[in-house]
């Protein structure tokens, strides 16, 4: 059964950190996409960052560029958010999504509708 599990989200004060993990099981993830996704209370699911498959290409959302850094481990079958210098609007709760095939570049998996496979989420709170 193919599944995405979200870990790592929590409590954090503005201006700290946290890292977000992806882990994929029943298939390898090297040859899709994965999309890191938010969605805040009453907003809609938007994209934050994007990697494509074999890490060739990355993306990221206007407002999280120079803060969050995505990754990837095939190896591991696994995808990593790194988020820095969080602020209160990044409240919400992560998902990673998977897409195939994987080779598009450009923002092209920041939109929901172009990912196949959703994890359930995982809440990111950031306040003091």
């Known amino acids: 059964q193919l599944q995405l599990v979200e870990s790592g989200g929590g409590l954090v004060q503005p201006g700290g950190s946290l890292r977000l993990s992806c882990a994929a099981s029943g298939f390898t993830l090297d040859a899709y996409a994965i999309g890191w996704f938010r969605q805040a209370p009453g907003k809609e699911r938007e994209g934050v960052s994007c990697?494509?498959?074999?890490?060739?290409?990355?993306n990221y959302a206007d407002s999280v560029k120079g803060r969050f850094t995505i990754s990837r481990d095939d190896a591991k079958n696994t995808v990593y958010l790194q988020m820095n210098s969080l602020k209160p609007e990044d409240t919400g709760v992560y998902y990673c999504?998977?897409?195939?095939?994987?080779?598009?570049?450009?923002?092209?998996?920041?939109?929901?509708?172009?990912?196949?496979?959703w994890g359930k989420g995982t809440l990111v709170t950031v306040s003091s």
């Open positions: 990697i494509s498959s074999r890490g060739e290409s990355t």
């Open positions: 999504a998977a897409s195939f095939p994987g080779y598009y570049r450009g923002n092209y998996y920041l939109k929901v509708p172009n990912m196949d496979y």
